[in-house]
């Protein structure tokens, strides 16, 4: 234990706060526990059940994976622009940047365009580490500069293909989808390239089939993309930025795709947050909102290799 760190954690916390005081930003709170869970078929959610006392019911319940279906519901009542410091849950993940337990800073902003919403994480950053300025690629961009390949529309095949020439000691599952080899050639081969630009990067406009909660819509090229952005920095995933959808019809087909996935791959359906539909319904207002691993940030800020260097009291 580092009181040295604990001290500077606590201080970036308390800048954090002034820079969204300053944008008028309302801090919230939201409950932790939820009758609903993401269906994504890359997320786990910790399960646990609540049992009133002198009851034999129970009911189950979930540790949020992120706070954005509750703030999505504040949002739709009227809330304005908001952010909040949450505690969030993943299970099943741990390693040098992973933690089951770790701090999501999210924030969500009617007044902002994706672009703007690029503008002010960069100027976050900017507040909170030494980076300073930022460059823009596309999706397509950094596949078409760094692996030669039209990526929107390129089969499974040749990404199969490339990913097995690119990294030749691949020993994972061969049978990944398009969107999975994708992922892969980004992870592996790209973020490394990134991270040699010495500056923050948001890669924007990537494909539709990796939509989640984003707007589609098309790129110059007439070409159908997903309206999200993410954040790279000093060799870390630090952000993912969204134009919201804001059809709950569309956002329900999408649940329910990804639980059909969940079942092909074994995994348990998940119930479906039918208070954020219901708060959709009702007008959710067009607003750009983003996700930022708040301990990267500061492995970021502090020069620290791992998570647990950055937590108070790491995972045990």
């Known amino acids: 234990m580092d009181i040295e760190i604990i001290k500077r954690r606590a201080q970036i916390v308390s800048d954090i706060r002034h820079f969204f005081s300053q944008r008028h930003v309302l801090e919230v709170d939201t409950p932790v526990l ?40 504040l949002l739709a009542a009227g809330s304005g622009s908001i952010y909040q410091i949450a505690k969030v849950f993943r299970n099943g993940e741990h390693g040098r940047v992973h933690s089951p337990e770790f701090t999501m800073l999210e924030w969500y902003r009617p007044e902002l365009n994706l672009e703007e919403l690029m503008d002010e994480v960069a100027a976050l950053l900017e507040t909170i580490t030494s980076y300073s300025g930022s460059i823009r690629f596309s999706y397509q961009e950094v596949f078409s500069q760094y692996l030669n390949i039209n990526v929107l529309v390129c089969s499974k095949d040749e990404l199969q293909k490339l990913a097995i020439k690119r990294l030749p000691s691949f020993s994972g599952n061969p049978d990944l989808d398009r ?62 930025g969204y134009d919201e959808l804001l059809d709950p019809k569309e956002l329900r087909k999408r649940f329910e795709y990804d639980n059909q996935q969940r079942l092909k791959l074994g995994k348990a359906e998940m119930p479906i947050d039918e208070k954020l539909l219901t708060a959709m319904e009702s007008g959710l207002p067009p607003c750009t909102g983003v996700a930022l691993g708040l301990d990267r940030l500061l492995m970021l800020a502090m020069n620290k290799k791992s998570i647990d260097c950055v937590q108070n009291l790491p995972f045990y």
Request: aromatic share 12%; net charge negative.
């Open 34 to 73: 939820s009758r609903a869970a993401p269906t994504a078929p890359y997320l786990e959610s910790f399960k646990t059940e609540f049992i009133p006392i002198g009851s034999i019911d129970k009911a189950s319940y979930y540790l949020q994976t992120s706070p954005e279906f509750a703030m999505k519901v």
């Open 179 to 240: 969107d999975g080899w994708l992922e892969l050639l980004m992870s592996q081969v790209i973020e490394s390239e990134l991270a040699s630009l010495k500056k923050p990067v948001f890669i924007y406009n990537f494909p539709s089939s990796q939509a989640q909660l984003a707007k589609v819509k098309l790129d110059n090229a007439g070409e159908e993309v997903a309206a999200r952005f993410e954040l790279f920095a000093g060799g870390l995933e630090l952000a993912n």
